[in-house]
Each structure stands twice: as C-alpha cells, then as structure tokens.
C-alpha cells in the first residue's frame, strides 16, 4: 500500500513538472510574438517620419522683391519645410521676410547685419532672393564683421540691389535672362515678375550649400560649382553693361 502511494505520488509530481514547462514555454513564445509585433510597429513609426534632419547649421533664406508677397512666402516656406524643415522645429532653413521679418524698412540695414552676425546661430550659409536695395551694405558689415573671411557662402539670386555691391560682397550672384529687358539687360521694376524657376533653383541652392563646409573662393573652380549646383541648365557670365567685360562671380540662367 505504501509502494502504491509513493508511485502515485511521483507520477503527479511528474504531472506538474509537465505543466509548468509548457506554462514557461508559452509565455516566451508570447514575449517572442509581443517583440516581433513592436518591432514592426516602430518600422511603421519610422516609414512616416519627415525627410529632413535636426541640424544645428542653418542656412537663411531672406524673401525679398518679387518674393516677398504673403501668397509666395507661403507657397516657397512650405516647400522649404518640407525639404530641409525649418529652423523653429529643429531644421536646416532659417526664413526671413522683407520687409515684415523686419520693425521697419529703415531699420532694415542695422537688423539684417544682426541677425546674420548673430553669435548663437551656426550658419551653413545665406541665400537671397530678390536683395531689396542696401542689402549690399549688410553684406559689407558681415565682411567687415568676420574681417573679409566669411567663413559660409553667401549667394544672391535674382537681386534687384546694387550690382557691383552684390558682386564684390557676395560669393556669386545668379540671374536670369527676362523678358522686356533693355539693351544694357535691365529690366523696368513694374515689369518684375515671380521668377517660375526660382523654387526649383533655390532649393538646388540649399541642397549644395549643405554639403559643403566652405565658402566659394573666386577662381576657376567657382564656375563648376555653378555648374554642379545646377545640373541641369544653361549658365553663362553676366557682362557688365558698360564695361562689356564678364563678371568673375555673376552668372545668368537660361
């Protein structure tokens, strides 16, 4: 009788040993299944992040004649955002508006020069559009600020500022062959337009300017970058109007 129980006994002992491998066993197999499905879901997470960066370095997009209207800074900062992100959400683009970024236009001048002298901003360069008049003068003081040796690019696109001042302050000027110009290539203010390849080459200009750690040096070199940063068009060397000589940092698309 005695055998009897301690053979019982053992078979259950048996019994329960059976039961809690297969209880272990299901709750990794329910860990393993619980990983997996985590895991695809942070993959989903990921697939619907934006396609730009956080990055310290910015580069800033001033909008000025011919880019300054609500309906254009709208258009062009949204597509901006969505390329490289804007700087207030941790992005590579810093847009200002002239004249609203701005208390006012005579304070233009002293304000622009702050912000682009501003020791808590770590530019990867400076692209304007349409340069109103004096922005030569910044330009002059950020030069002066870091003693002629800027050390990020500053380009100008389509600028309706003084054009020796854009030239000598500026790595290099791009514009564009109009329609209505004059014979010394000028076009009347009431005649300027929105530029309908500005968006495509300023965002060439961005997507350059970032992957570099350098400011243009004025040589042979300087018109295949050009070339580079805009692959896919027709470049030639503006030809001072009076002079008749070609620009060394001035360039026409058409």
């Given at each position: 009788m005695f055998k009897k129980i301690v053979i019982l006994f053992?078979?259950?002992?048996?019994?329960?040993?059976?039961?809690?491998?297969?209880?272990?066993?299901?709750?990794?197999?329910?860990?393993?299944?619980?990983?997996i499905s985590d895991a695809n879901i942070d993959e989903k997470i990921y697939e619907t992040k934006q396609n730009w960066h956080i990055t310290n370095k910015k580069v800033l997009v001033l909008f000025g004649y011919d880019f300054n209207s609500p309906q254009i800074v709208q258009n062009l900062?949204?597509?901006?955002?969505?390329?490289?992100?804007?700087?207030?959400?941790?992005?590579?683009?810093?847009?200002?508006?002239?004249?609203?970024s701005f208390k006012h236009s005579r304070y233009y001048v002293s304000e622009f020069t702050s912000m682009l002298t501003n020791s808590e901003t770590d530019f990867a360069g400076v692209v304007i559009l349409g340069a109103p008049e004096n922005t030569h003068t910044v330009l002059s003081r950020l030069?002066?600020?870091?003693?002629?040796d800027v050390p990020f690019p500053v380009i100008a696109l389509f600028p309706q500022d003084?054009?020796?001042?854009?030239?000598?302050?500026?790595?290099?000027?791009?514009?564009?062959?109009?329609?209505?110009?004059d014979s010394e290539g000028i076009v009347p203010e009431e005649q300027n337009?929105?530029?309908?390849?500005?968006?495509?080459?300023?965002?060439?200009?961005?997507?350059?300017?970032?992957?570099?750690?350098?400011?243009?040096?004025?040589?042979?070199?300087?018109?295949?970058?050009?070339?580079?940063?805009?692959?896919?068009?027709?470049?030639h060397y503006f030809i001072d109007p009076e002079t008749g000589l070609p620009s060394v940092n001035h360039f026409v698309l058409y």
């Open positions: 053992f078979i259950l002992s048996l019994f329960f040993i059976s039961c809690k491998r297969d209880e272990i066993k299901t709750d990794s197999t329910q860990d393993y299944i619980l990983n900062t949204s597509l901006l955002q969505e390329k490289f992100g804007l700087a207030e959400d941790g992005g590579g683009v810093l847009p200002v508006t002239y004249p609203d030069q002066d600020y870091w003693q002629g003084d054009v020796l001042g854009m030239e000598a302050n500026c790595d290099f000027v791009i514009d564009k062959v109009r329609a209505n110009e337009q929105f530029i309908s390849e500005a968006p495509q080459v300023l965002i060439e200009t961005i997507s350059y300017i970032q992957n570099i750690d350098f400011s243009f040096e004025r040589n042979d070199d300087l018109q295949k970058h050009v070339i580079q940063m805009y692959p896919n068009r027709k470049i």
